[in-house]
């Protein structure tokens, strides 16, 4: 290729082009106020170090540590988790090195105020961002505490949208009377806790942030006397699916002319995670005749549950999102059809467009879910 | 329901003046614009930008008062955040799963026929080059030719001496002029009359 430009030039152009695609600042500005001047004000502990918002989560994608094993599934995951193993494990990223992660402790208080044993979720954890949040909540258990022998539970309180997509998980270690002991993952981390690992006195909350770069590990350990709550290194189990590492098609749907699925195929040789609906346009030309209506299921299948789940595409693995077509809810009896669809994934992101024809009334997609089928 | 952490701070946290708090609030909402600019440059990946800032000003946040006795502030902390990089990708093992954020999404599926390479950008191509140059490479040519900082600048935030920056400079003009066939310039000349 050849330019009229120097080198130079060139080189200070593609610079300033790229310095765009920086993230924007303002939720780094919140949480570095919220670490530092935030957290010196609101501490109740005498030592001003703590960070009582964030407890016992170094939200990083700097990786140390080793994967937990085997997962005790949570929400909607059976079929991912069963993927998720297939393999991955060589695949991993496990550094040797520790990063500068902190090590935090979360303890429970001298003075319990919960004392009246409500058994509910921990309030907190019902508290979404937005009124018109959607809550879901399960419960992984039982976390027995080795010293006196009482048992905990882990409660997973997930906030969504309207169309089913995760705005944020709460993770709460729960006593016995359902008084919150620990706050394992704020949700206002806008993590998407996907399952939960016990394993003795240790706890793996898998988590998804396309923000954060992918599907993280944050393990904890309990103390023997169930007070303290002491978090690990983090580790990345996957980066975000991106369009180097996959392959997008539309193929015919379990019901013929009413359904298509939207594949999308992991080529690379690593996991990687996605989570959400691809948006599908019907197009004539170049104009749109119909963008597909974001819903969690439908008549033909979708998703089983109000959580669009998390997907972690090991090396060869192939996720699906159902779209469903309705030939005749235009009024008139007759549907018009599209020459072309459009298909993006993830954000921002560049489009896949097919030369496929697809009457454009009733247009809804579904989540992307683990296999061929477009519903879990 | 308490916590307590281990950060490793300053003593003087414990005695920070209001008045330090707002200076320091003024330069987060004031500067993490540029600082993340520069770690995205740096790190080309938003997420790890996103950390390298906000660790770097928490880091720095109990120390603010050598900030803020600096003669420069934005330079002091624009250099701690570049050695952080540095120092934190010289401890990464090789086996750190790292995927390049420039192609976000999916591509075009082309129509057959047509040669997708001709599609492809100088500059796609001159930014892929700079994610092959070494960290330090990266992190030279970011200072010098983003920022516009002199050669001496440049090996003040880098802690070495201005003709490594120069020969940082030049390896890394030498890599990145594969990338076209470019007008002679006399900027580009005077670095790269030095490669060795």
Partial sequence: ?376 | MGVVGTLDVDSDLAASPSGRNERFAAFVRTRTDTLMKTAFLLTRNGPDAEELVQDNLVWLYPRWAQVEAAEHQLAYVRKAMVNRFLAGKRKMSATEVHFDESFDGFAEVLPPGRDETAEVDARDQMWRELGVLSERQRAAIVLRFFHDLPDAEVAEALDCRVGTVRSLISRALNTLRTTGNFADDAVGSYYLRNVT
């Fill in chain 1, 1 to 376: 290729m050849t330019t009229n430009r120097s080198l130079t030039e060139e080189l200070q152009s593609v610079l300033r082009a790229h310095s765009l695609d920086a993230p924007e600042p303002s939720a780094a500005i919140d949480d570095i106020l919220a670490r530092t001047i935030e957290a010196d004000s609101s501490d109740e502990q005498p030592a001003p170090r703590s960070r009582p918002r964030v407890l016992g989560l170094p939200l990083r994608p700097a990786i140390v540590g080793v994967a937990a094993s085997v997962a005790i599934v949570l929400v909607g995951a059976a079929v991912v988790n069963t993927a998720r193993h297939k393999g991955s494990t060589a695949s991993t990223a496990s550094l040797s090195e520790g990063s500068a992660a902190a090590t935090q402790q979360n303890r429970v208080g001298a003075a319990d105020k919960n004392s009246s044993g409500d058994s509910a979720a921990p309030s907190a954890a019902a508290e979404c961002a937005r009124p018109s949040d959607r809550v879901s909540a399960s419960t992984v258990g039982p976390l027995t505490v080795p010293q006196t022998g009482a048992r905990l539970s882990v409660v997973v309180t997930t906030c969504t949208d309207a169309s089913g997509v995760a705005t944020g998980s709460q993770v709460d270690v729960v006593s016995q009377t359902g008084s919150s002991l620990a706050t394992l993952v704020d949700r206002t981390r806008a993590i998407q806790a996907d399952f939960v690992i016990v394993e003795g006195t240790r706890i793996t909350v898998r988590g998804y942030s396309a923000r954060l770069g992918g599907a993280f590990d944050y393990p904890f350990t309990m103390s023997p006397d169930g007070t303290a709550f002491t978090a690990g290194p983090t580790q990345r189990y996957a980066a975000n699916c991106v369009a180097d590492n996959v392959r997008v098609s539309i193929k015919n749907g379990p019901i013929r002319d009413r359904t298509q699925l939207v594949q999308v195929v992991n080529t690379d040789i690593y996991p990687c995670a996605l989570a959400g609906y691809p948006t599908v346009t019907a197009l004539s030309g170049s104009t749109t005749r119909a963008v597909a209506a974001a819903t969690i299921a439908g008549p033909s299948g979708g998703v089983s549950g109000s959580v669009a789940p998390v997907v972690v595409l090991t090396p060869g693995a192939v996720a699906t999102a159902l779209v469903e077509l309705d030939t005749q809810t235009d009024g008139t009896g007759v549907c018009p059809a599209s020459d072309r669809v459009r298909v993006s994934v993830g954000a921002p992101a560049r489009t896949v467009t097919i030369p496929v024809k697809l009457p454009v009334c009733g247009l809804q997609v579904h989540p992307l879910v683990p296999g061929e089928t477009g519903s879990n």
